[in-house]
């Protein structure tokens, strides 16, 4: 693999991650704004903050299995949150945004040669 084509897909990553930081904020300062603080999808919100910021910020947490396990387990609290309370539209595409942006991230960064 071409060192152009490693550093496009590093840059990829780190794009989507801002991204995701970016979306997720709004996320959780939307929920606030609206007077809906929702301990569940905001949990599951703090989780992939937490692993966009790491991706970003922490090049030893540029590893597959962190932006993956974040979209996981966001994707889980907000699950048991729509069984408990229902979804509206927005949230349930904010959800759906999120864990395929994590996933994406994933993806990239398990195809960076280490």
């Not at 084509?5 to 990829?12: I, T």
């Not at 801002?18 to 997720?24: E, K, M, Y």
């Not at 949990?43 to 932006?67: K, T």
Request: proline share 4%.
């Amino acid at each position: 693999m071409r060192n152009s084509d490693v550093h496009s897909r590093s840059r990829s990553a780190l794009v989507l991650s801002a991204i995701l930081a970016a979306l997720t904020v709004f996320d959780i300062v939307l929920h606030v704004a609206i007077d809906q603080v929702e301990p569940l999808r905001i949990s599951g919100n703090l989780v992939v903050l937490a692993a966009a910021l790491a991706v970003l910020l922490v090049p030893v947490a540029r590893r597959a299995w962190i932006p993956a396990l974040a979209g996981a387990i966001s994707l889980a609290l907000n699950l048991v949150f729509v069984a408990r309370e229902g979804i509206g539209t927005m949230g349930a595409i904010l959800v759906a945004v999120s864990t395929a942006m994590c996933a994406a991230i994933a993806i990239v960064l398990a195809r960076q040669p280490r």
